[in-house]
């Protein structure tokens, strides 16, 4: 690509308030983290981030992590199928199939690489592929390589269903089980009533360790058993405090994936480390109802403070409470406004999503006093943006 061509569209970018750049930032606990903005380094309310359960800044878990560091080191040396599947690999392995009622599971290096991996594997020439058309780009860029792939209307099942009595080949479904921009989910019984013999696959990154008994994902929560599904997929960066992603399902599908994915085939296996700490973490996770419980309240509680306050919220009920904004630039305003009172709230605006809105997360670590100073406090930055 021509370097003049990058200049262009990076001014290009900039002047239309689309240019993106990390912010340094480094999580705390109590759901705070610490940023530097403008050459100021200041401690912030942390409403943006995954960690749903606040199991980021636990101290035991940390000491897991560093120990296991110590005895098996950082690197895995290889891709899983060469010398990167190591005992601590095969550990982590179990206690998922074990937590999740699956026959086997896969580790990969990203819940983006699980989901490609997935609809590699298990999207043939002939099939035609139906995805929510608010999937996540992970699913998106996939689907993209497929021969046939049509979206159908966000968690609307007559919408699938119409797509699914249309199509003059074999199909495969692909949905996710909490939406990661509007917080909400589809009705996973009926979508599989509809589904009929048709696989189904499921991106479950926001419902895992967060719904369900001992945190098994937003299909447990729904009363529906793995089996329901082809396959699941999920990651461990979002409530389980780490790093990578898995597929799991039984031993027929997941030994197919493994002999097709190339995600999986030629990159190289998880940290051990990380996969001694993400097996604690995901013990943590199935006995710590008492998190589970936490972040449930703090969901009520923005809720009713909200609802109070006459934001405009969506009918989400996970902890990924999107608050509705006029237009990007509104979104921007109120945002930055909320930064400059020590809260941190992400601008989700187009293309990303369809419509402009604050994308606020909440968490365990969470307390009724902070929520209460972010709606306050977005009020009162609403009514400065003239809203
Ligand atoms: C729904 C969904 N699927 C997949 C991913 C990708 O996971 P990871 O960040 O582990 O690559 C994300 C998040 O980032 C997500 O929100």
Redesign the pocket.
């Given at each position: 690509m021509q370097l003049t061509y990058m200049r262009q569209l990076l001014a290009q970018k900039q002047q239309q308030s689309l240019y993106r750049a990390e912010a340094v930032t480094e999580p705390l606990p109590g759901g705070r983290l610490r940023a530097t903005v403008d050459g100021i380094t200041r401690q912030y309310l942390n409403f943006s981030g995954?960690d749903y359960l606040g199991l980021s800044a636990d101290s035991q878990l940390r000491q897991i992590y560093a120990d296991a560091a110590l005895c098996y080191g950082a690197a895995s040396t290889g891709s899983p199928l060469v010398t990167g599947y190591h005992p601590v690999h095969q550990a982590l392995t179990d206690e998922l199939c074990e937590w999740l009622g699956v026959d086997d599971v896969l580790l990969l290096?990203?819940?983006?690489?699980?989901?490609q991996a997935m609809l590699q594997a298990l999207v043939g020439e002939q099939d035609l592929l139906l995805l929510d058309k608010l999937?996540?780009?992970?699913?998106i860029d996939a689907a993209m390589h497929k021969p046939h792939f049509q979206r159908f209307l966000h968690n609307d099942l007559q919408s699938l269903s119409q797509r699914l009595s249309k199509a003059q080949q074999p199909c495969v479904i692909a949905t996710?089980g909490?939406?990661?921009?509007d917080g909400d989910s589809p009705d996973l019984a009926m979508l599989v009533k509809t589904a009929g013999e048709t696989p189904v696959l499921l991106?479950?990154?926001?419902g895992i360790g967060v719904q369900g008994a001992e945190g098994a994902g937003s299909w447990a929560a729904q009363g529906l058993k793995a089996q329901h599904f082809q396959c699941l997929?999920a990651?461990?960066?979002?409530a389980l405090a780490a790093?990578?992603?898995f597929l799991a399902g039984s031993s027929d599908v997941i030994d197919f994936i493994r002999q097709q994915a190339r995600h999986y085939i030629y990159s190289t296996a998880l940290s051990p480390a990380l996969s001694v700490l993400i097996r604690a973490t995901v013990q943590r996770v199935r006995t710590e109802q008492w998190r589970r419980d936490k972040l449930q309240e703090n969901i009520a509680t923005f809720r009713a403070l909200a609802s109070d306050s006459h934001l405009p919220l969506l009918a989400s009920h996970s902890a990924i409470q999107p608050v509705m904004m006029a237009s990007s630039e509104v979104a921007l305003a109120v945002s930055q406004r909320l930064k400059e009172q020590g809260i941190w709230v992400s601008a989700i605006r187009p293309p990303t999503v369809p419509t402009a809105r604050l994308r606020v997360t909440l968490s365990a670590a969470h307390q009724v006093e902070d929520l209460q100073v972010l709606i306050g406090t977005l009020q009162q930055a609403l009514q400065e943006a003239n809203v």
């Open positions: 995954n290096s990203s819940g983006f690489a699980a989901n999937c996540h780009a992970s699913m996710e909490v939406f990661s921009m991106d479950d990154a926001h997929m990651n461990f960066g979002k790093q990578g992603g």
